[in-house]
């Protein structure tokens, strides 16, 4: 497990204007700009400036932009069972219940609304690179160094794999915090060859993960990735599985883990 970054300077330290009142605006300070968030932040809310991504005032339903679409990254892992958010940047209802579930997750009020204590616990919850602080880009590859020769362009793939991770940290929380052993996620066309993995798999887009049984065992990892937005679940019982679960995002769904009631 890695330490979370050093986060939580006050705006004024890191040199970065936060609204603390008025029409919030939603604002980037690492990956671009932020979007006009309809409502005002609370009278006295301080934000803070986090060295990955940095969100000031409020977001809610019928908020849109690269401020909504990197929360949708970090709530990806709470769209209710047996659904996923798209990650587009448009807060419609199934953000808001994502976000409503992230936050009763962390025991915050869940309105629905993204504001300064749902920023902060994102901050404690990512590394400086984004990432979720239990898990690492190279566990969700050990392919190649760059990225490449997937059936996505190469940050496309990272990209999805960002978005897995995301997934993997709700479900590790839900789990009661123990570790998920992730032994690999994408693949190149010709690692998956290599491996002998299916011509159409979802290790070539960057949306899988194959997971070790860990202190959890594979059955309950199965069982729980249904919950936090895999479209793709294969485990005991489903052809070349028994020693491994995986999980996946992507269009469509198709779960299959007969020992294990899937």
């Known amino acids: 497990m890695r ?3 050093i986060g939580f300077l006050l705006a004024t330290l890191a040199g970065t204007v936060l609204a603390l009142g008025g029409t919030a605006t939603a604002t980037a300070t690492a990956s671009g700009p932020g979007s006009t ?3 005002s932040a609370a009278s006295g809310d301080v934000g803070t400036a986090d060295a990955c991504y940095t969100w000031s005032g ?24 047996g659904n996923q958010i798209a990650i587009d940047g448009v807060f419609g209802p199934a953000t808001k219940s994502a976000v409503q579930r992230f936050q009763a997750a962390y025991g915050l009020s869940a309105d629905g609304i993204a504001g300064p204590q749902t920023f902060n616990k994102i901050y404690q919850l990512q590394s400086n690179d984004c990432t979720p602080v239990n898990f690492t880009y ?5 392919c190649n160094s760059d990225w490449s020769g997937g059936k996505v362009n190469a940050a496309t793939a990272r990209a999805n794999a960002l978005v897995t991770m995301w997934k993997l940290q709700a479900m590790r929380h839900a789990m009661g915090d123990r570790p998920i052993t992730v032994n690999g996620g994408f693949r190149s066309v010709s ?9 159409n798999s979802r290790h070539m887009y960057g949306h899988a993960a194959d997971l070790g049984a860990g202190p959890q065992g594979f059955c309950a ?13 294969l485990g005991p019982g ?8 995986h999980v996946a995002g992507g269009s469509g769904r198709f779960w299959s883990a007969p020992n294990c009631g899937i």
């Open 191 to 199: 690692c998956n060859s290599a491996v002998g993995g299916a011509a």
């Open 3 to 5: 330490s979370r970054p």
């Open 238 to 245: 489903y052809p070349g599985h028994n020693d491994h679960t």
């Open 58 to 81: 409020t977001l809610q339903q019928g908020s849109s932009g690269e401020a909504v679409r990197q929360l949708q990254i970090r709530v990806a892992g709470y769209p209710g069972t």
């Open 37 to 39: 968030a309809p409502g």
């Open 221 to 233: 990892l199965a069982q729980a990735a249904r919950n936090h937005g895999f479209t793709e679940i």
């Open 138 to 142: 190279a566990e969700l590859n050990r």
